[in-house]
DNA sequence: TTGTATGCGTTATCAA
DNA sequence: TTGATAACGCATACAA
């Protein structure tokens, strides 16, 4: 057995309170025994046990973390371990441990999010993506449990605290740009739609194109699990339009990477023929050939803020419903020019 | 508060310790209480409390992963969103959950384990990875808690489970394919010397040599952190030997990644000038252009065994030592051929 | 087959 | 400032 608060108060002299009164840093309580107690923990090498903390304060000073499905094409994307990274700063700062769930299906995950919760292994939970109708948030909401979305919510947006970047915005600027290097036609190459960062985006290049006096073609919208093979028919269709797109804003690097291919087996050049602008501006963006002009969505920080913003909704409950906004930036690399009006 | 086991028994009109053993599936109970109880459960809507059940058991059902540095740039790697995979469904099956710790310093990392070891946080550990020198191993063995490496460790590998590739193996048989090609002046790039999977590789790499009656040069032997601008210096020196390699054994995609972008911006081509074959074949090993020939070591698999493993040796602490090895594949793709003896 | 009582290692509420 | 003692929610040895 390990060595326990009672062990400590023995060899100490104290009643058990007392040490746990130090150990919580009570301020009432003299230097003496303070010390005393102190000095018979470092010999006995005693460590606070989690678990019984836990029953008896009623807190865990764990996080739970939502991943998307394993299964998902998208968990292989660098993105997570760069959140995962913030997350754990964030957490580490304030001493909390992470607590993981995944699941192949929807029904598993839920059911892990229901164990963490209900089983009272976590004192509030991170999603790590956000989803167009997501049962989990309208779990969460209704037993009132802290929870913090990273991305944007599909519904009551006004009354969850999330972490997001202004893809809207993000998108505009994305589409203003590839204009203002004379683009007229351009496409959007998005993920799955039940994706809430998919609409934003599409939202935010609709309207720059609008706004531009530009029409809006249906057959520029292509949504597409775009890697790998599977990308290829997409691009294929677009170029076989009778007037095809001279540029793509592609809703995220990996995606970019299959179509920069796909392109490269057509023959086309990039930027020469087609200019690409992607998002996330994830490790391989810069190691692609040519180097993607991308937007840094400043990952790690969207998982900094969200440990620290779902500590603070655990500690004080009163916390206002936060909306975070990380800041993005065009990094501009080689894979966007002027469009080519031969 | 949420519903306990005693509101159960108090609707059920029974018990607690009867609600109990209906939870834990106890033989000695009659049909009749049994459906009785579980009625009040969905009525109530109960969930058992892992905390309360963890401190009377003594036993989390949680397994703790420690991941490398966050600080490292390995942890950007592919690799880790696989491993979790494999690990998070290999303990799935078992019902247990994933705790999580990970650090900027090494020392942050073994306070984490310390925490989660000591705290009673879970029921053992899996480290995601093997140093040279591993206090973390060492304070494991010391207490015997149960834990599983992927990968070999470096010290007392037979009395400790691990689930590794044989990686000198592997790097064997990647080397002797590229003589069989026809290379004689064959280079190895790989990471830190302080990953054993480096150091398992290296003397494949050297063993393959040697058999084929090739002299070992030690200026075809490379250590890098090889992504970005890093690697540039170290290609270079390896071209300006008076000899230098047509052929590259690199120790990690990502790093064939940036080899690969060296060599194009200073005009050589892949596979004809120069023959490139890397190890774990991420899923940017197909992404790439050329398409990078790589060993597959079923990252997948490595996790999933592992968490089989550990959790084997939680709940059977007489399991013996075992060592499991994960088979590997060359996957063929475009950046080998034979040299150019021009 | 079921109930009673105790303990798991803390925190927290009273008294002293 | 400190010490008893009762929770916390569940498992389990022992009784019945």
Same mark, same amino acid.
């Given at each position: ?98 607590h993981?769930?995944t ?44 929870f ?49 960062v ?32 599977? +990308?290829? &028919? $997409?691009? @294929?269709? =677009?170029?076989? *339009?009778?007037?095809? #797109?001279?540029?793509? /804003? ?29 998002f ?22 969207? +998982?900094? &803020? $969200?440990s @620290?913003? =779902?500590?603070? *909704?655990?500690?004080? #409950?009163?916390?206002? /419903? ?15 020019a ?5």
């Amino acid at each position: 057995m390990a060595v326990t608060i009672k062990d400590v108060a023995k060899l100490a002299n104290v009643a058990p309170s007392t040490v746990s009164r130090v150990i919580a840093n009570n301020p009432r309580i003299s230097e003496k025994t303070k010390k005393k107690v102190k000095e018979a923990m470092r010999q006995l090498g005693y460590h606070p046990n989690f678990i019984a903390r836990s029953l008896a304060s009623q807190s865990t000073q764990a996080i739970g973390l939502v991943m998307p499905s394993s299964a998902d094409i998208v968990f292989q994307n660098p993105f997570f371990s760069t959140v995962l990274r913030g997350l754990s700063e964030g957490a580490h700062v304030k001493h909390y441990a992470l607590h993981m769930t995944t699941g192949k299906t929807d029904e598993e995950i839920f059911d892990g999010v229901m164990q963490m919760v209900q089983g009272g292994r976590v004192d509030g939970v991170i999603l790590l993506y956000s989803k167009v109708e997501d049962k989990i948030q309208s779990y969460l909401r209704e037993r009132n449990f802290p929870f913090v979305v990273i991305g944007k919510p599909f519904k009551n947006v006004e009354e969850i605290t999330h972490v997001d970047n202004d893809n809207f915005r993000a998108a505009k600027d994305v589409t203003e740009y590839l204009i203002k290097l004379g683009h007229q036609q351009i496409a959007f190459v998005g993920g799955s739609l039940n994706m809430v960062v998919t609409v934003e985006r599409l939202l935010g290049y609709e309207k720059a194109i609008r706004e531009a006096g530009i029409t809006l073609v249906n057959e520029y919208i292509v949504h597409e699990q775009f890697l790998r093979e599977g +990308g290829q &028919e $997409a691009i @294929r269709g =677009l170029l076989s *339009l009778e007037r095809p #797109p001279t540029a793509l /804003v592609v809703s995220d690097d990996l995606m970019a990477l299959g179509v920069l291919n796909t392109l490269n087996e057509i023959g086309l050049a990039v930027p020469e023929d087609m200019s690409i602008i992607s998002f996330n501006n994830v490790i391989i963006a810069e190691m692609s050939r040519p180097p993607l002009t991308s937007v840094d969505i400043n990952i790690f920080d969207l +998982g900094f &803020e $969200a440990s @620290r913003s =779902l500590i603070q *909704l655990i500690e004080n #409950p009163k916390e206002p /419903v936060k909306r975070i906004i990380i800041p993005h930036q065009i990094v501009e690399r080689s894979t966007c020019a002027a469009p080519n009006l031969g």
